[in-house]
């Protein structure tokens, strides 16, 4: 348990939210140069998520970390060669979460806005 505390705290130090304004990250998804990715757990996004949003629960992340298969599995679900805009419900786990990702090769940009916070941006909710 201390070694994943300790590899979560060395993901969250390595990086930080993003500057990127969140005009910025609408025009660069709608361009299609950037995903959002959710790295909620399955249950939050079920009680509602954004439009286009790609589940990837950090929870997940954790596990296919330790396994030293996230590169590989990640691949499956994630685009190749665009940006990951990540987020959650309020800025916290996308920091860990960005750090595996980082680690298995993709440009991460986590938001410090949570889901209420981009749905009140103006980001579409799905089924809505």
């Not at 990086?15 to 399955?42: P, W």
Request: with cysteine.
């Amino acid at each position: 348990m201390r070694i994943l505390a300790a590899v979560l705290l060395l993901a969250v130090q390595e990086i930080d939210h993003t500057k990127d304004s969140l005009d910025a990250v609408k025009a660069a998804i709608a361009k299609g140069d950037a995903v959002l990715v959710d790295v909620r757990e399955k249950g939050e996004w079920e009680q509602g998520h954004l439009e286009g949003a790609l589940l990837l629960p950090l929870s997940w992340l954790k596990a296919e970390s330790r396994s030293d298969k996230l590169a590989e599995h990640a691949a499956e679900k994630l685009p190749a060669n665009k940006v990951l805009y990540l987020h959650c419900r309020s800025g916290g786990r996308v920091l860990p979460a960005a750090g595996f990702l980082k680690k298995a090769g993709y440009d991460v940009r986590p938001l410090k806005q949570g889901f209420e916070d981009l749905k009140d941006a103006g980001f579409p909710v799905a089924g809505k």
